[in-house]
């Protein structure tokens, strides 16, 4: 047998100034694997009688694991370590379930086993991942207790502040600890904290504490009563202001309250029909510096677009030629193209929204542009556009679309894998295309030499 050689690995314990970092012959000498834990308390009285796997399944996150606690086949922490002849460890299932394949080498080394696959269990390494993983359940049972301490004690000096400057030092806190702990999250929600946070919100209300309060609320599970409350129009009024003057976030945030009321049964489309709220999200879809920005005013822009009334308001406001210019973006932001061509059909149907996009000059050669270019819903929603347009004034559409190689595009996609009732749409706009033409000039029209590229 060649001689193997065992590699050192270190880990560390937490446990604030007492942390250090050790090996396994360390570990076993300090006593760290004999049962006990920080303090001197029994490993097992300090998990409260949980087992090893239950422990692991609680961890959040097992990225700061040891690695000496994974085991090589299943990336996995281990709860029953075996041992093989070659010095390698592994969870017991998952090698023997190696070996059950017909294998009977190490899968680490590919050395074949002398023992035909016997395994050693490795109570020494068990005992010292349970203790690692007892330790760490107690610290984060610990940080839980502390943050849901805190939270408690931010809700009473929220309660008692009473200027916009003392509420909104407290808030900006509140939110700290409630972007990075979820169990602060539950405590806010089960202590009376969305009802306490959402009347701050008023005509009154400055935009910094404006500003948190509605940062807070979009990380907090809303109910329906919580919903309902933010409905009133002077708490719109001031989430749409917010909007139009915040930073980036604080607009995504503004966006995404608004679209969880939009999601609420209650809801009224005259609860957002106000045409300062259109102006914000089109100013925020404009600044393409910021496609996450771009994608969340889409989507809610979308959701409005749904509603008749609002749809009228935003070819009045001038979404469509913001819209168009959106139809450049590269095709890699299929997300935003998807949504700005499915708000487009919608305003297409109307026939003030079919002359706004008719009206603007590079519309017609975006839309051909993208047929068969991004996916298929892409491409359906091209076509819906181009149908509605070129049925509104065929006159003038139709030919402007088959001088931008819309005929030969058509042809692209009848002979595509595209769904039936896209070919179809496809064959319909086709013949709306021919009338002008004579038979021999539009054959010519449907070369696809030029549009191809």
């Keep these: 047998m060649p001689q193997l050689q065992r590699r050192r690995e270190t880990w560390q314990l937490e446990g604030g100034a007492a942390a250090h970092v050790m090996d396994l012959e360390t570990a076993v000498k300090d006593g760290i694997l004999g049962g006990c834990a920080a303090g001197g308390a029994p490993a097992a009285a300090v998990a409260e009688k949980l087992d090893l796997k239950t422990m692991i399944e609680e961890l959040e996150s097992t990225d700061d694991v040891p690695r000496v606690f994974i085991c090589p086949i299943s990336l996995e922490p281990m709860v029953d370590p075996v041992t093989l002849s070659t010095g390698q460890t592994y969870e017991r299932s998952n090698i023997l379930r190696w070996f ?11 050395q074949e086993l002398w023992d035909d696959g016997g395994v050693t269990p490795n109570q020494t390494l068990r005992r010292l991942i349970f203790a690692w993983f007892s330790q760490r359940r107690l610290l984060l049972k610990k940080r839980s207790e502390d943050v849901h301490g805190r939270a408690e004690e931010l809700l009473a000096a929220l309660r008692r502040a009473k200027g916009q400057s003392s509420r909104s030092q407290v808030l900006s806190e509140l939110l700290q600890l409630v972007s990075s702990h979820a169990s602060a999250k539950k405590t806010v929600a089960n202590s009376g904290g969305i009802a306490l946070i959402s009347e701050l919100l008023g005509p009154f209300t400055s935009h910094a504490v404006g500003s948190h309060a509605i940062a807070i609320l979009v990380l907090l599970p809303l109910d329906s009563q919580a919903l309902q409350s ?18 980036l976030e604080t607009k995504m945030d503004c966006v995404k309250l608004i679209g969880l009321l939009m999601e609420e049964e209650g809801f009224r489309p005259e609860i957002v029909s106000s045409l300062s709220l259109l102006v914000g999200l089109l100013r925020l879809v404009k600044d ?12 809610l822009l979308k959701a409005m677009s ?3 009334q609002l749809r009228s308001s935003m070819v009045t406001v001038g979404a469509v030629p913001l819209l168009v210019e959106l139809l450049l973006l590269p095709s890699s932001n299929v997300n935003c193209l998807e949504a700005t061509l499915q708000i487009l059909t919608l305003l297409s149907a109307m026939a003030e929204g079919a002359a706004s996009i008719k009206d603007c000059p590079a519309a017609i050669p975006n839309l051909v542009r993208l047929l068969m270019r991004v996916t298929e819903t892409c491409t359906e929603s091209a076509l819906s556009i181009l149908w509605n347009i070129c049925r509104s004034a065929p006159e003038e559409c139709a030919p402007r679309s088959v001088e931008a190689g819309l005929a030969a595009k058509l042809l692209l996609v009848i002979q595509s894998g ?30 696809l030499t030029r549009t191809i590229q």
Excluded: W
Aim: positive net charge; contains cysteine; hydrophobic residues 40%.
């Design 288 to 299: 393409r510096r910021h496609l996450a920005g771009v994608n969340a005013g889409l989507i």
């Design 230 to 247: 933010l409905m009133e129009p002077a708490k719109i009024s001031l989430v749409v202001d917010i909007l139009n003057e915040g930073f």
């Design 100 to 110: 059950s394949m017909g294998h009977l080498t190490c899968p680490t080394t590919m």
């Design 306 to 308: 749904c509603h008749q």
């Design 418 to 447: 595209c769904s039936p009732a896209v070919k179809q749409r496809s064959a319909e706009l086709l013949k709306l295309c021919s009338l002008n033409y004579t038979t021999a000039h539009f054959i010519s029209k449907c070369k």
